[in-house]
């Protein structure tokens, strides 16, 4: 079955208890499984909860290579939950942004699970992208995004009296949350209606058996044996992937196309000194640049007070390299001879080159930073944690914007769903994009 492609070009009140982002246990590994979700990502664990409480009489199990769930993206993000102002009108993206953020709002409030509504201001600085922001307000509009308004310099300041700007979009359904802690809901959730997670357990191989497993009386019910690093097999009937930064790779152990490929961004923030948090109420963004393919550095409150500038967007040199020096060879090899990477730097060749400057050079930073807060100095900030985006990208240099669903052909591929591209806002998207995922798994494999 052929790929699903869809492409698209203050303060706030506190809500919900603190609970404790804890792992889930793994359960007892059956030897058998109907559908395996592989990857342990928010993503991944939100596809595994739908399907479960959709299929209760089914057995349901996570395969996550980490010892923790949620290790990776889904622990290394802004935390924001955005309200789906900048995507294309009719795309995936927009639709399931705002769908997902009030399933996830309303999660939250189910769960106990704190967050903050504390908005977000896209702001114009200069009078050039004041037609930029207008566009995006009609855009949002054309999206069903809530609460949207363009307010006036002082209307800015009202809201956040350390910013500066001539016009600004004012999203006050924007939000933040402990997208961790919602994954691990999500797993203890799933674990709760009988499903089991198998964490340690990184597909290595896939292959169909050719005979029925150990004391099975079922024949070749359980057709797919998956197997281990460590050696450890699992059979069964269906496989989904929510693989995140490995999705190219496990696509093409299952026998299914090798694009998009996976290159991988890191995204290192700066982080406010405490006695400076005061600064900002909720989160400030600049006005998008359709030249370039990222949204620029912004300014982000945490959960814990903290507040994070950036991020900026580099080529990472390992998959899961958090660190400037973090290098793997075979994830180097992979990205640097891949002729669509090749074709994105060209055609971004000072955008890249000034995100290397300014990753190296803290004052190159600051100097965007005071666009929007002129009060913040170089003194002011600390450097921060890093994230890795897993960037779907075609052979032809185009960043895959939208999300992908793919299968394939032949005795593996047929029993096979791929989440090829999961992009920002994934995280906000998570029970929108389960509850798609769930209907595609019963419409292809019939369950």
């Known amino acids: 079955m052929g790929p699903l492609w869809a492409r698209a070009g203050g303060g706030g009140a506190w809500r919900g208890r603190a609970v404790a982002a804890r792992r889930p246990l793994s359960s007892a590994a059956p030897s058998t499984l109907d559908v395996a979700v592989i990857g342990g990502g928010i993503v991944g664990l939100a596809s595994a909860r739908a399907l479960v409480l959709r299929h209760p009489s089914l057995v349901f199990g996570v395969l996550e290579k980490e010892e923790e769930l949620a290790r990776h993206q889904s622990g290394h993000n802004s935390g924001v939950i955005h309200s789906g102002i900048y995507y294309t009108p009719g795309s995936l993206k927009a639709k399931l942004c705002v769908e997902g953020a009030a399933l996830c709002y309303k999660y939250c409030?189910?769960?106990?699970?704190?967050?903050?509504?504390?908005?977000?201001?896209?702001?114009?600085?200069?009078?050039?992208?004041?037609?930029?922001?207008?566009?995006?307000?009609?855009?949002?509009?054309?999206?069903?995004?809530?609460?949207?308004?363009?307010?006036?310099?002082?209307?800015?300041?009202?809201?956040?009296?350390?910013?500066?700007?001539?016009?600004?979009?004012?999203s006050p359904y924007t939000g933040i949350v402990n997208y961790r802690q919602v994954a691990l809901s999500y797993a203890e959730d799933f674990q709760a209606a009988g499903g089991t997670v198998l964490t340690d357990f990184q597909v290595e191989d896939m292959k169909m058996a050719k005979e029925s497993a150990a004391g099975s009386q079922e024949g070749m019910k359980y057709p797919i044996v998956v197997r281990s690093s460590k050696g450890m097999e699992i059979r069964c009937r269906h496989l989904v992937f929510c693989a995140g930064l490995y999705s190219d790779r496990l696509s093409q152990i299952s026998g299914c196309s090798p694009e998009p490929r996976i290159v991988p961004f890191r995204g290192d923030y700066l982080v406010l000194k405490p006695e400076k948090s005061y600064l900002v109420r909720g989160n400030i963004y600049p006005v998008p640049d359709p030249r370039f393919p990222f949204l620029g550095i912004h300014f982000t409150p945490r959960m814990d007070g903290s507040v994070w500038l950036g991020p900026n967007a580099v080529l990472a040199f390992k998959r899961e390299g958090y660190r400037f020096y973090d290098f793997s060879l075979r994830d180097f090899v992979d990205a640097t001879a891949y002729s669509g990477l090749w074709k994105l730097v060209c055609r971004n060749l000072s955008y890249g080159m000034g995100e290397m400057y300014r990753a190296c050079f803290l004052n190159a930073q600051v100097k965007q930073l005071q666009k929007f807060i002129p009060e913040v100095t170089v003194d002011d900030i600390l450097r921060g944690p890093s994230g890795v985006r897993a960037q779907a990208l075609d052979r032809d240099g185009n960043l895959i914007d939208d999300f992908v669903f793919d299968g394939g052909t032949g005795d593996i591929g047929g029993q096979v769903l791929h989440v090829r591209n999961a992009p920002s806002p994934a995280a906000t998207s998570s029970l929108a994009i389960a509850n798609m995922i769930a209907e595609e798994v019963e419409r292809r494999f019939e369950l």
């Open 109 to 170: 409030d189910e769960k106990g699970i704190p967050y903050k509504q504390c908005g977000k201001l896209i702001v114009a600085a200069e009078h050039e992208e004041i037609p930029r922001l207008k566009a995006l307000y009609e855009r949002g509009l054309q999206n069903k995004v809530r609460g949207l308004k363009l307010i006036t310099a002082k209307e800015i300041q009202a809201k956040e009296p350390y910013c500066r700007g001539l016009m600004a979009l004012d």
